[in-house]
Every structure is written in C-alpha cells, then in structure tokens.
C-alpha cells in the first residue's frame, strides 16, 4: 500500500475511533450512524453504489453496503466485512485517551483500533481505491460496515440480511479472525487460516409447570419459580470438559509462541 493509502486509512480510523460508537447491548447505543456518515462521506464520488439501512425500532444503528458490480452476473460476490461498533471501555484503565485516537510511534492507539474499525476502514480504502480507477471484477465486489456486531448482530447485518438481502447478496465474505498468517514449522512455511463456522447466539425457551400454592395450605404446592431456579443453578455449574483435536493441534503449532504457552493451549 501506497504512503497516500497509509494515511487516508490511518485518518479514517481515526476518525473513526472519535465517532465513539460504544455499544452496551441497549437499544439506543452505538449510534453507528456517525461511523456510516464517515464511511459514506469518504466514499462519495467514487462511482461507487452506497446504501445505508437503519432498522426503524433502532434509530441511529446504521449499517452501510457499498457495491462494485461485476461483469459477469454468473460469477460469485465477494463481501468485504467489518463492523463499526465497539464494546464499552474503561478509562481509568488506560494509559491514552481511549477514543483520542492518537498516532504514537506508527500505531493508532483507541478502542476499537484492532476490534476492527482497523479492518473497517482499510476495506473502505481498498473499495475506494479500486472504484477510482474504474476497475470492475468478473463478480460483484460489496463492502459492509454493520452496526451491532459486539451484541448480537441483529441490528445490523441481521436486519441487513434479513431486509436488505437483494443489495448484499454474496458468494462469500472476508471479515476479521480468517486469514491470520503464521510461520509453520519449516523456515520458509506459511499457513493462513480459514474459518468454516463462528460463535453464534441460540436462544431456547425452557417452560416450567407447577401447582400453586396458598397461604393456607402451603404444603401442597410445587412452585414453578424453585424449579425454574435450580434449572438455572444447574446450568450456571456446568462446566463442559475441553475437547483438543488433532485440527487444533497442528493449529496451535503453526503459532509463534514459546514451547510452554503451546503445551498449554493443546492441554485439555
């Protein structure tokens, strides 16, 4: 990447940083409207198509969806994908001001700098890039910065993938975690890693049947309320046992650590 490139990323992400788009997992925060008004205003003029989606219950949890069309409508799409989002943040804990978004020594230091506005805005320079020179690829080219990644999603690429499919239909996505490059175990061997599946949320809803009681007779009740406690007890106790397969192992080789802090991650 170009010095110019370098700098429009790392301004971006500053920006970024400042926009302090914290969310808690209420309705109302986030605000990520002001990370979409950034990333949109950057993009303009670049021919790009640019479309913001904001759920009507969450005002202000804007997730934007930039496209490159491609030539070829058989050929599969590609979404670039990052969130615009970060999780609270403790000031008294840092040593910089944690939405200053300060240049110190080569870094950009704040909360979000690695969880991912980093991603986010080089993804937006990248597509910026690309349009400018009027490059178009065989398939279709989508960026997205979706709100709501850090409680759930569903505010942002779920409400966008749920109502907005049409305009970020994709094949397959690059997003944070997949493609960490690490040295193997020969001098000049590289492994980049490749995620098939990530954590998700399941919800289930457990129904609790009992007899009411009464004050007067106390004695023939079967309260719903103990039961649905000692449920929850339990599954606040269960502790599943780690499972370390070969997979895993040959992962954890891959990595640049002390023998010791491998011996550890592949120990059950």
């Not at 989002?85 to 080569?106: C, H, I, M, Q």
């Not at 397959?172 to 193997?184: I, M, W």
Request: net charge negative; aromatic share 6%.
């Amino acid at each position: 990447m170009s010095d110019a490139l370098t700098g429009q990323t790392v301004e971006l992400l500053q920006q970024m940083i400042r926009n302090q788009c914290v969310n808690d997992g209420t309705l109302l925060s986030g605000q990520e409207k002001r990370n979409s008004d950034t990333l949109r205003s950057y993009l303009e003029g670049s021919g790009l198509d640019v479309e913001v989606y904001e759920p009507a219950h969450a005002p202000g949890r804007a997730s934007l969806v930039a496209r490159i069309e491609g030539s070829d409508p058989k050929a599969p799409t590609l979404c670039l994908m990052g969130h615009t989002d970060v999780v609270p943040v403790n000031p008294k804990t840092w040593t910089r001001d944690p939405f200053g978004g300060e240049l110190v020594a080569g870094e950009v230091w704040g909360r979000g700098a690695v969880d991912m506005l980093n991603l986010t805005a080089s993804q937006a320079v990248a597509l910026r890039t690309l349009a400018g020179r009027g490059w178009r690829p065989r398939g279709t080219l989508v960026y997205l910065a979706c709100a709501d990644e850090e409680a759930g999603g569903t505010l942002g690429a779920g409400h966008v993938v749920e109502r907005h499919w049409d305009a970020l239909r994709a094949d397959y996505c690059l997003t944070e975690n997949g493609g960490t490059v690490s040295r193997g175990t020969k001098a000049d061997e590289l492994n980049v890693t490749v995620h098939v599946g990530e954590k998700g949320v399941a919800w289930r809803r457990l129904r609790v049947k009992g007899t009411p009681g009464h004050g007067s007779m106390p004695y023939g009740a079967n309260n719903a309320l103990v039961k649905a406690a000692q449920v929850v007890s339990r599954l606040a106790d269960y502790r599943p046992s780690p499972y370390v397969d070969e997979l895993w192992r040959a992962f954890v080789a891959t990595l640049q650590l002390d023998p010791a802090g491998k011996e550890a991650l592949a120990d059950p």
